[in-house]
Structures are given as C-alpha cells and as structure tokens.
C-alpha cells in the first residue's frame, strides 16, 4: 500500500479521535473510543514513517494529503 494513503489514514483517524474525546468528556464518560482511535492512527503515522525514513517531515505533511486527494480526484 502506497505510504501516502496510510499517513493520511492515520490523521484523519487522530482527527476522529479528537471529535470522540471531546465528545467523551461533554458526556462525562471515560474515552475508550478516543484511545483506541489514537492508537490506531498512531500506529498507522509510526508505520509510514518508520518505512520510509526522511519521507516525510512536520513541514512537508500538506504534501502527502495532496497527492492522496489527487489519487482519490484521478
């Protein structure tokens, strides 16, 4: 799988997390949801980037989210 995709996976599974863990402590509820998703798409930013060292940077992370949406556009 093309490591762009999987990056990008993972920031929008963080993203998700974030929603769910706002949305845990508004309930009052512990965030179980918002801990499984962070460490998914933890998981899945550590991959790609252990696979590909010097691929990607804090800088350059608008440049992988652009060619996934060309990909998905193509």
């Given at each position: 799988?093309?490591?762009?995709?999987?990056?990008?996976?993972?920031?929008?599974t963080?993203i998700?997390?974030?929603?769910?863990?706002?949305?845990?402590?508004?309930?009052?509820?512990?965030?179980?949801?918002?801990?499984?998703?962070?460490?998914?798409?933890?998981?899945?930013?550590?991959?790609?980037?252990?696979?590909?060292?010097?691929?990607?940077?804090?800088d350059?992370?608008?440049?992988?989210?652009?060619?996934?949406?060309?990909?998905?556009?193509?």
């Amino acid at each position: 799988m093309d490591p762009d995709i999987i990056i990008v996976a993972g920031m929008v599974t963080v993203i998700i997390g974030i929603t769910a863990l706002v949305s845990a402590f508004t309930d009052r509820r512990w965030p179980w949801v918002a801990l499984a998703l962070f460490i998914i798409g933890g998981g899945a930013i550590t991959y790609a980037v252990r696979e590909n060292p010097g691929l990607y940077a804090i800088d350059r992370l608008d440049q992988p989210v652009f060619n996934v949406i060309a990909m998905i556009i193509n």
